[in-house]
């Protein structure tokens, strides 16, 4: 894929990496989003499909039957325990009462995929679309980059100028949640919503006053 095939505002990472574009991906937010993904369901099919058509003698004296399941069962266990991590630490991090404030920028799609993804590829003749919203730091002189949630095989949706939270964790900076549900106002609406005012009249004395009010607090 080339970036001339690519919609407005959709960048490739080797692109913004020589414009000197610098970004952590989200891990954080990423595994949570993916859950235990397709790879934890292909392997139950495959242990039930190795256990059931009696390809291995079902004994614990049997090598392969044992390193097949014991293979399939750790990989599991490795699935459950980092999703549960990261779950703890998403809340954890998102308690911080002083998040950092940034704004949608662009979207960032990875043209380099590791060996899996290729691989996949080849098996369903379809591109894995590894892809995730750019967030910029809003306020700041030298400005961080950060992402959303990698989204794979689709497209993600861009609402450019979208306000959000970024909880980055204090001691490692490659580790940051972004809250992009409870703070979806872009810059152009909020603009509208302070300029935007109610006049009221009111009578007094035979002398009108007018009063301005905010229609929204924020």
């Known amino acids: 894929m080339t970036d001339k095939n690519l919609p407005p505002n959709f960048y490739l990472a080797s692109y913004l990496k020589k414009a000197g574009i610098r970004f952590e991906v989200n891990v954080?937010?990423?595994?949570?989003?993916?859950?235990?993904?397709?790879?934890?369901?292909?392997?139950?099919?495959?242990?039930?499909?190795?256990?059931?058509?009696?390809?291995?003698?079902?004994?614990?004296?049997?090598?392969?039957?044992?390193?097949?399941?014991?293979?399939?069962?750790?990989?599991?266990?490795?699935?459950?325990?980092?999703?549960?991590?990261?779950?703890?630490?998403?809340?954890?991090?998102?308690?911080?009462?002083?998040?950092?404030?940034?704004?949608?920028?662009?979207?960032?799609?990875?043209?380099?995929?590791?060996?899996?993804?290729?691989?996949?590829?080849?098996?369903?003749s379809k591109a894995v679309l590894k892809n995730a919203v750019i967030y910029k730091e809003s306020g700041a002189l030298k400005p961080r980059f950060y992402t959303g949630a990698v989204k794979s095989f689709s497209l993600v949706r861009l609402n450019l100028g979208q306000i959000v939270r970024i909880y980055p964790h204090r001691k490692n900076i490659k580790l940051y949640s972004v809250d992009d549900t409870s703070a979806f106002q872009t810059v152009s609406a909020r603009n509208k919503a302070f300029a935007k005012l109610n006049v009221g009249k009111l009578e007094a004395g035979g002398a009108s006053k007018v009063l301005f009010r905010k229609e929204k607090k924020f």
Do not use: H, M, W
């Open 28 to 124: 954080v937010d990423t595994v949570i989003a993916k859950g235990l993904g397709i790879g934890s369901y292909i392997i139950v099919l495959l242990l039930l499909f190795f256990n059931c058509s009696g390809l291995f003698k079902i004994s614990l004296n049997n090598f392969y039957f044992v390193a097949v399941n014991l293979l399939g069962v750790l990989y599991l266990l490795y699935v459950f325990i980092r999703l549960f991590y990261f779950k703890k630490l998403r809340r954890k991090l998102r308690k911080d009462p002083a998040p950092v404030t940034a704004e949608a920028y662009a979207v960032v799609v990875f043209d380099e995929l590791n060996f899996y993804q290729k691989f996949i590829e080849r098996l369903f």
